[in-house]
């Protein structure tokens, strides 16, 4: 597994009050499920490795380049593919234009740009839609089109929030296969679903108060488990185990 982004002493806040207090952070290929109660700081995170906003303090690095300045983030930004929790979206806009328009954000060369375009879009499965407008899809054929907006150019980092939001069962599973098909990317999915990091992440964080309460592999997750904690599966119960440790990292 190839180290695609690191993070060292994060600060990142809103104001004067710090999210992030001084977070180190990995991230190689395969996927990490991001996982954490609300406002544990997962979109502060996956907004600050985007790039989106540059970070209070420390160090990231994506591909080897640092990205804490917008002049040195141009250069990476290709590399990295960002589905915020609320994208928004030009309504009038076909699916296919619209991901050649994010295609062209992320400035995928021109002479790339089409055939990236029509194979993020065949990846989600919306080839038939290719000509629909944003504005006419449903729910979870709209959140496909944003995670083919985040693939688009086959970036080697993408960040996705909570992607999984909105879709029913069927549409879970065939995002899930979507997922283990993008080989030699490192992908890093914030998820209030437990069940989605047990189907396909190679590692886990739990975050809390915008530290990271627990990193592994998610049987290590399993092993931790109170059998009293609340939970209907192993991974659930070791995901509460973790979550009520008192804000004291487990692992
Ligand atoms: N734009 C903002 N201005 C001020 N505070 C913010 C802003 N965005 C987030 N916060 C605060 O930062 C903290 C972390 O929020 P964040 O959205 O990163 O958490 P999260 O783990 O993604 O939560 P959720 O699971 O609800 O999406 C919260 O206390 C939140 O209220």
Known sequence: MEIVARASGLVQGY?????????????????????????????T???????????????????????????????VRRDIGYLPQDFGYYPNFSVYDFVRY???LREVPKKEADAATRHAVASVGLEKQSKAKMKSLSGGMLRRAGIAT?????????????????LDPAQRLEF??????????AIVLSTHLVEDVAAICDDTAVMSDGRFLFRGVPDELVALANPDAPGDSALERGYMTVLNSNGMPVA
């Open 102 to 104: 994010c295609a062209w």
């Open 15 to 43: 104001g004067q009050r710090p999210v992030i207090d001084g977070l180190d952070i990995e991230i190689s290929t395969g996927v990490l499920g991001l996982l954490g109660p609300n406002g544990a700081g997962k979109t």
């Open 176 to 185: 899930r296969g979507l997922i283990r098909s993008l080989q030699d990317t």
């Open 45 to 75: 995170l996956l907004r600050t490795l985007a790039s989106v906003a540059p970070p209070v303090a420390g160090r990231i690095e994506v591909l080897g380049q640092s990205v804490e300045s917008e002049s040195t983030a141009r250069r």
């Open 150 to 166: 985040a693939i688009v150019g086959s970036p080697k980092l993408v960040l996705l929030d909570e992607p999984t939001v909105g």
